[in-house]
């Protein structure tokens, strides 16, 4: 069975770096994705780096596809009416439509932004909005998910929005899977802000990693900020402006997110009830776990396992 179809499609100029997060991220997951790359004619384009990619497949092989990603390219030289026109019938057939970093102006061009929110490098969101004021650009987040066209902000924000897409496809336990191959960070939520703020350590040792470690073995105890900041040997306040530097997220969002993301692990695996995934996810009860899930992820933790459920394994 083929699966997914996912269409990377190469403007020029692309950046190379970029054309590979799809088959890094999705690429690495067996049938579950058909990966291919198109560009607009079948003469190839150029990347950033000078490499000439000459056996891509052309444009009508969008029509196929289930998933449309466009990395960031040269996006001075705008892009020809008939990529632009390719790109509006993958929207007008309900296609999934993706930017990477400054890919978002080939969906702008295109009209695919028109009335939606998106973001793009936050070195080039003024001009997005500038050149194109029918978009509302969100400046300082990772991503935006508008159901079927979605953009990413700069570069290490593609990882982002590819792992998004595969937790929307497949669940939290495959999206983790691919973060692992890749070395990526599991899940960084899209309203996140772009700048982080990684400030050198003042001696070794000062980086919260081990106590977000210490903090993930523990997700079904009752944590407490007081309880973070004592394992790190800081104040709170101290605490809270490091793990902000670190994560971008306060503490406790943070600790709530990886509570959620343990929650559908749980949940897509049949062996534990409900209330179970409450205890062990650290929500407590049932409705807990219910009101929660239900603001971040739009659905009911039964829909959720209805949606995800997998074969009975072994969730710590």
């Known amino acids: ?79 020809p009416e008939s990529v632009a026109e390719a790109l509006r019938a993958c929207h007008d057939r309900s296609t999934r439509v993706v930017s990477l970093c400054v890919g978002a102006f080939a969906l702008a061009q295109s009209g ?39 953009t990413a902000a700069g570069t290490a924000a593609g990882i982002d929005l590819c792992l998004h897409l595969i937790r929307k496809d497949h669940g939290a336990t495959v999206a983790n899977q691919a973060a692992r191959n890749v ?32 903090a993930l073995e523990r997700l079904g105890e009752p944590l407490l900020l007081r309880e973070l900041a004592a394992h790190a040997h800081l104040s709170q306040r101290t605490f809270i402006r490091r793990f902000v530097a670190e994560t971008g997220l306060p503490p406790m969002r943070w600790l709530q997110l990886a509570r959620i993301d343990r929650a559908k692990q749980l949940l897509e695996h049949n062996g534990a009830t409900i209330d179970e995934v409450a205890r062990r996810s650290g929500f407590g009860t049932a409705q807990n776990l219910r009101t929660h899930f239900a603001q ?17 394994a072994r969730v710590r």
């Open 1 to 79: 069975m083929v699966g997914h179809r996912v269409s990377v499609l190469a403007l020029d100029g692309v950046l190379a770096f970029e054309l590979g997060m799809p088959f890094m991220t999705m690429g690495t997951l067996g049938d579950r994705y058909a990966l291919s790359v198109v560009t607009p004619t079948r003469q190839g384009v150029t990347t950033d780096s000078g490499l000439r990619l000459s056996a891509a497949g052309a444009l009508t092989e969008l029509a196929a596809a289930d998933t449309v990603i466009v990395p960031g390219y040269a996006f001075d030289r705008g892009i």
């Open 112 to 150: 695919l932004l028109a009335g939606r929110r998106a973001t793009t490098h936050w070195s080039q969101a003024d001009r997005l909005a500038r050149e194109h004021p029918d978009v509302t650009v969100d400046r300082g987040v990772l991503y935006v998910d508008e159901e079927t066209v979605l």
């Open 183 to 214: 070395v990526a960070a599991p899940h960084r939520e899209g309203g996140q802000a772009q700048f982080i703020e990684h400030h050198l350590p003042a001696a070794a040792g000062t980086s919260l990693a081990a106590t977000r470690a210490w």
């Open 296 to 312: 971040h992820c739009g659905l009911t933790p039964s829909a959720y396992r209805n949606v995800y459920a997998r074969e009975p």
